[in-house]
């Protein structure tokens, strides 16, 4: 479904990604785990079209390097972004609303803003209230239903609890699942790499730019290397 070739991204001097080859099965869920800085978002936002990059990125069969966001957003390659990233001052439901902006279907949103009200109950008890006014775990919801208004084929999540309560953390990790068995395919980017790995069906990690290690997400959640690591065990 996606596959990168040698994808490279540079910052100046630095080399950011080397050469990246990673794949996207359909109906998959597939995590990059790997240390604060080793390129985990620049990845997703190579492939979203919000850096320059170079190699290919094969979306499909078709390498949509260079294109430009909101075609690869249309064409069902959809990003929720760290750190939420909600309109403040617009209403829940208008933030959902702006998620489906470029769709026609009326109906088809209709549908799928209903769905995200079964997915997230707390968002239907505040459809009036105001982003900024939610919780944390409450705006990161948001953003995920946000990104499942625009009818995503894949849906790219990038630290979705980061700095959420591991109880609410727990229930993100349930409704990736839920969106994942309802046929949508994820690639997940997350700190909490225990987490990851215990819903991934793939796994590659990322350190300083490459990967090094690739494996189902059990084999790598069983793996002494990846457990040292990112597991905090000797």
Not at 156 to 179: C, H, K, T, W, Y
Not at 216 to 223: I, K, V
């Amino acid at each position: 479904m996606l596959k990168t070739k040698n994808l490279s991204v540079f910052y100046g001097g630095i080399h950011a990604l080397r050469g990246i080859d990673i794949e996207v099965a359909a109906g998959k869920i597939v995590t990059l785990i790997g240390a604060n800085g080793a390129g985990k978002s620049t990845m997703l936002n190579s492939v979203a079209g919000l850096v320059k990059s170079s190699g290919a990125i094969l979306w499909e069969g078709e390498d949509i390097l260079g294109r430009d966001t909101k075609d690869i957003v249309a064409s069902g390659l959809v990003l929720v972004p760290e750190g939420r990233h909600v309109f403040p001052n617009l209403t829940v439901d208008e933030n959902l609303r702006l998620g489906a902006y470029f769709r026609k279907d009326s109906a088809g949103v209709k549908r799928d803003r209903e769905r995200c009200f079964e997915l997230f109950p707390r968002l239907k008890e505040r459809v009036r209230q105001s982003a900024g006014t939610l919780s944390g775990g409450e705006q990161q919801m948001l953003a995920v239903g946000r990104g499942l208004m625009a009818s995503p084929r894949l849906l790219m999540l990038d630290e979705p609890s980061l700095g959420l309560a591991p109880l609410v953390s727990n229930m993100i990790f349930d409704i990736i699942r839920e969106i994942n068995k309802n046929g949508t395919t994820v690639l997940l980017i997350e700190q909490n790499a225990r987490s990851a790995l215990e819903i991934a069906d793939y796994a590659y990690v990322l350190e300083t730019g490459a990967i090094t290690m690739r494996d189902t997400g059990a084999a790598l959640l069983n793996d002494d290397r990846v457990r040292r690591a990112y597991l905090g065990e000797d």
